[in-house]
Nanobody
Framework: QLQLVESGGGLVQPGGSLRLSCAAS????????IGWFRQAPGKEREGVSC????????TYADSVKGRFTISRDNAKNTVYLQMNSLKPEDTAVYYC????????????????WGQGTQVTVSS
C-alpha cells in the first residue's frame, strides 16, 4: 500500500519554528520528487516547496523563501520541512505528496498524498 504520513505539526507562537516530517511506505522514496502543500480554511491548496529525487533541486513558494527549508534522507525514506520565523498566515494543514515526474508546485503533478498535519501559528 502506497502511503505518506506527515508528522510534526502543532501550535507555535509567531517567530517560532517547527519541523515537519513525511515518511513513505510501500514505495522507495529515492526515485521520486516530493512536495509539500498547505491548505488554510476556505482557501485552495497551494504548493509550498518541493525537492527532487536526488535532493539536488529545491523549489519554494515566494511566501516561504528564506524561512522554510526542505530536505530529504533517502536512507530513512523521509522528507523534512524545516519552518522558521513562522507567521500567523502560515497556519494551515500541511500535506506531503509524491510527484509523478519532477519537482513542480502544481497539485495535478502529484499522485500520492498524505493525510495532513495541522500547523497553527498564534500567540
Amino acid at each position: 500500500q502506497l502511503q505518506l504520513v506527515e508528522s510534526g505539526g502543532g501550535l507555535v507562537q509567531p517567530g517560532g519554528s517547527l519541523r515537519l516530517s513525511c515518511a513513505a511506505s510501500g514505495f522507495t522514496l529515492d526515485y521520486y520528487a516530493i512536495g509539500w502543500f498547505r491548505q488554510a480554511p476556505g482557501k485552495e491548496r497551494e504548493g509550498v516547496s518541493c525537492i527532487s529525487s536526488s535532493g539536488g533541486t529545491t523549489t519554494y513558494a515566494d511566501s516561504v523563501k528564506g524561512r522554510f527549508t526542505i530536505s530529504r534522507d533517502n536512507a530513512k525514506n523521509t522528507v523534512y520541512l524545516q519552518m522558521n520565523s513562522l507567521k500567523p498566515e502560515d497556519t494551515a494543514v500541511y500535506y506531503c505528496a509524491r510527484a509523478r515526474r519532477r519537482c513542480v508546485l502544481r497539485k495535478i503533478e502529484y499522485d500520492v498524498w498524505g493525510q495532513g498535519t495541522q500547523v497553527t501559528v498564534s500567540s
